[in-house]
């Protein structure tokens, strides 16, 4: 069964440092896997995605992950964090052996930037 | 910039009543979802639609949900009898799929749902 783990409920990290949020998948096939941001009071907003090629995807205001398949990790990742950053963050895995469709989303991780 | 737009923001209902969710999707996008969020909980799927059928559905989707495109622009989400359990955020999404099945899903802001 497709499933998704966030292993951090929240991140902490300071303003101007790197920040890490962590993701595992497990599915069937060959995963393709989204990183969605959540505002307050808003709905998801679409980060990046994973389908295939390059293992380092980029994506919107300077979010990166990196796709490794031996690990079954997509961590987003961005160099300098902003106090603008903080918010709840979902990994998503959609699997293509089982139709496609259905979108399996982690429990989220909640990132703090401190200024 | 083109936005899921969803209807009402919250709706309250008394045990065993029907609601409708209402959603207009972004206009030129062919698959449309729905979505809900307990409090506290993660953001579970309920429903993928296309081409004015279901196209893959959970096992919360049960036969108290129903899902219509009645007028070409309109997405709704019909819960029967609702339980004190369906109190949730309810999210609609929908998605271009011009490159396969696989696109970002674009979301509205979410319907919270409270029954009494």
């Known amino acids: 069964a497709q499933s998704v783990a966030q292993p951090e409920d929240q991140v902490n990290v300071a303003e101007g440092n790197p920040l890490t949020v962590k993701c595992t998948y497990s599915v069937s096939g060959n995963p393709y896997l989204f990183w969605y941001v959540q505002y307050p009071n808003r709905g998801l907003q679409f980060l990046l995605k994973y389908i295939t090629g390059d293992n380092l995807v980029k994506g919107s205001y300077g979010f990166e992950a990196e796709f490794n398949k031996s690990q079954t990790s997509f961590h987003l990742k961005k160099p300098s964090a902003l106090v603008s950053d903080s918010a709840l963050y979902f990994c998503a895995v959609r699997d293509p052996l089982t139709g496609g469709f259905k979108t399996i989303f982690g429990a989220g991780t909640r990132l703090f930037v401190k200024a | 910039e083109p936005e899921v737009t969803q209807t009402p923001s919250h709706q309250v209902t008394q045990m065993g009543q029907e609601v409708i969710l209402r959603c207009v999707p972004i206009?030129?996008?062919?698959?449309f979802y729905w979505y809900r969020q307990i409090l506290g909980q993660k953001v579970e799927f309920l429903v993928s639609?296309?081409?004015?059928?279901?196209?893959?559905k959970s096992e919360i989707f049960d036969d108290q949900f129903s899902v219509e495109r009645p007028d070409g622009s309109n997405f709704t989400l019909k819960i029967r009898s609702t339980k004190l359990e369906d109190s949730a955020m309810y999210f609609c999404?929908?998605?271009?799929?011009?490159?396969?099945?696989?696109?970002?899903?674009?979301f509205g802001p979410g319907t919270r749902l409270t029954v009494l």
């Open positions: 206009s030129n996008h062919l698959y």
């Open positions: 999404a929908s998605s271009e799929e011009a490159q396969g099945k696989y696109n970002e899903q674009f």
């Open positions: 639609f296309y081409n004015n059928e279901i196209s893959e």
